[in-house]
């Protein structure tokens, strides 16, 4: 019986030591992403003017307004974000404000209404979004559907 102990010892004892010696495949480093960069106005504004074009059959030259549109107010919103949160949300309602303007007198009237649909329906999303992100994790509490939410000047649809 103690033949079979000492020998179950020193098997244990040569299985750590071996565990030791051979780096675990949790302890690999993990490998580091380089920092994401921001895109910039120009990047933006081809993805969203590709988007709208997509959702409100823009024409090239609609497109292009868009896209010029687009410009100026990522421009603008990132000289913005700058400053404190009061002033940036002083400061960007005017900018989204014209974007939206600007927008809109590119548009035809289908087109209008198309995205003020689309505008509505992004507008709904963030708050859902909101609204989920406000309830617990464990799913007790969910939120009630959120009541159609209005639309503001300022709403342009798009992710500042």
Known sequence: MKKVILTALVVAT???AKAQETPALAAAPVPTHPQRQAPTPEQVANRQATHLQKVL???DEQKQKVYQAVVARTTA???IKNNNRKEIHAEAKPVKEKFVTDVNATLTPEQQQKWEQYRLQQKQRMEDRKNNQAAP???TNVAPAATPVKLEP???GMRN
């Open 14 to 16: 040569m299985q750590l």
């Open 154 to 156: 300022s709403d342009d």
């Open 57 to 59: 059959t823009l024409t």
């Open 137 to 139: 994790a464990n799913g």
């Open 77 to 79: 919103m990132q000289q």
